[in-house]
C-alpha cells in the first residue's frame, strides 16, 4: 500500500526518469542524462522504502471499547545528529559530482569540505558520546582563515584577471579598501549586531564568488592578448631597398611585434610609423645594417589609418599600417 510519503518519492521518480531521457535525445549528453537517472532510481529506492515502513504514518485503528492506551514514561535524550555537518557532507558531495561535470576546482572544493565537514562531525559525536565538548575552534580557526585567504585570492584574480586593465587597478583598490575600512569599522564598534556583520559577509563574500565564477568562465584578458600578440607577429622583409610587405595590420593598445629581416648586404633599413609627419612618429625602429634581422615590439597606437617607411630611403620604401 503507498504512504503519502512514497506518493511523494514515486512521482519524482518517474519524472526525472522521463526528463533524462528527454535530455538524452535533445542534447546526446550522457553524463546529465545519467544524473537524472540516478536522481530518478534513488527516488524510486525511497519511494518503494517508504511504502513498506508505514507505523508512522497510519494510527492504529482502536475499536470503541477498546481500552485507553498506556502512557509509558520516556527518558529525554539529546537529540542525535551530527549537527550542520551531516548538511556539509551534503554539499561536499554535491561539489564533488558538480566537479566531473563543470570544473576539477569544484571537484577539490569538495574534498576539503569533506574533510572539514568529516572532522567536525567526528568531533560533534565525540562530545555527544563522552559528554564532553571538543572543540575544534584551534584548529578550525587558522584553517578557516586561510582558506578565506585562498579563496578570496582566487576569486579576485579570477575578476582582475578579466576585467579591462585600467579597471582591474580601480576594483582592487576598492575591494581592498572594502575590506580594510570594513575590518576597521568592526573593530572599533563592537555594538555592531553579529546578524548584520554575517549578512554584509554573507552578501561580500556571494558577490565575489559569483563575479569569480563568471569571470572564470569568460576566460583571461592577458592570455587571450597573449596568443594573439603571438599569432599576430607581423613579418616585414626588406629586399632591393624596397618592402616586401606593404600593409601591415597591427591590434590598437595591443603589444605589437614586427619582425624586420633586412636582406640588403651593407646597406642600412628601418621602419618607422607615423601618423602624417614622419618627424613625429609613432614608433621608430632602430636602423639595422643587412644582412640581419630584428624584432620590434612596440605598443600599437590607437586605431586608424597609419604610413610606414625606411628613415633612409623614405621615397623608395613605404607602406601602410592598418591598427583595427
Ligand atoms: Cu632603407
Not at 55 to 83: L, M, Q
Not at 310 to 321: A, E, F, L, S, W
Amino acid at each position: 500500500m503507498l504512504t503519502p510519503t512514497s506518493k511523494l518519492f514515486l512521482p519524482v521518480a518517474w519524472t526525472s526518469l522521463f526528463l533524462g531521457a528527454v535530455y538524452k535525445i535533445l542534447t546526446g549528453d550522457l553524463l546529465g542524462s545519467v544524473l537524472f537517472l540516478m536522481v530518478g532510481v534513488l527516488a524510486f529506492l525511497i519511494g518503494v522504502m517508504l511504502s513498506t515502513v508505514r507505523e508512522n504514518e497510519y494510527v492504529p485503528v482502536y475499536g470503541p471499547d477498546a481500552p485507553p492506551p498506556t502512557v509509558r514514561a520516556v527518558a529525554v535524550a539529546p537529540r542525535p545528529g551530527g549537527g550542520g555537518w551531516p548538511v556539509a557532507g551534503g554539499v561536499s558531495l554535491a561539489l564533488v559530482m558538480l566537479g566531473l561535470i563543470e570544473h576539477p576546482l569544484f571537484t577539490w572544493a569538495g574534498v576539503l569540505l569533506a574533510i572539514v565537514a568529516g572532522a567536525g562531525w567526528l568531533a560533534r559525536a565525540a562530545s555527544e558520546t563522552t559528554g564532553r565538548q571538543v572543540s575544534l575552534a584551534p584548529i578550525g580557526l587558522p584553517f578557516l582563515g586561510l582558506c578565506t585567504i585562498a579563496s578570496v585570492m582566487f576569486f579576485m584574480s579570477r575578476i582582475l584577471l578579466t576585467v579591462p586593465e585600467e579597471a582591474s587597478t580601480a576594483i582592487a583598490l576598492f575591494v581592498a579598501v572594502l575590506i580594510l575600512g570594513g575590518a576597521s569599522i568592526a573593530a572599533v564598534r563592537p555594538n555592531i549586531s553579529s546578524r548584520t556583520l554575517t549578512v554584509a559577509l554573507v552578501l561580500g563574500s556571494t558577490l565575489m564568488v559569483a563575479g569569480g565564477l563568471v569571470a572564470a568562465d569568460r576566460g583571461e584578458r592577458t592570455f587571450e592578448e597573449h596568443s594573439a600578440e603571438h599569432a599576430g607577429a607581423v613579418d616585414v622583409t626588406a629586399s632591393g631597398v624596397a618592402f616586401k610587405t606593404t600593409t601591415i595590420t597591427l591590434k590598437a593598445g595591443a603589444d605589437a611585434e614586427i619582425v624586420f629581416d633586412n636582406t640588403d648586404a651593407a646597406t642600412q633599413h628601418n621602419i618607422v610609423i607615423f601618423a602624417s609627419d614622419p618627424a613625429k612618429p609613432v614608433f621608430r625602429g632602430a636602423l639595422v645594417t643587412g644582412p640581419a634581422k630584428t624584432t620590434y615590439t612596440f605598443k600599437a597606437p590607437a586605431a586608424g589609418e597609419y604610413k610606414f617607411q625606411c628613415d633612409v630611403h623614405p621615397t623608395q620604401m613605404k607602406g601602410i599600417v592598418k591598427v583595427v
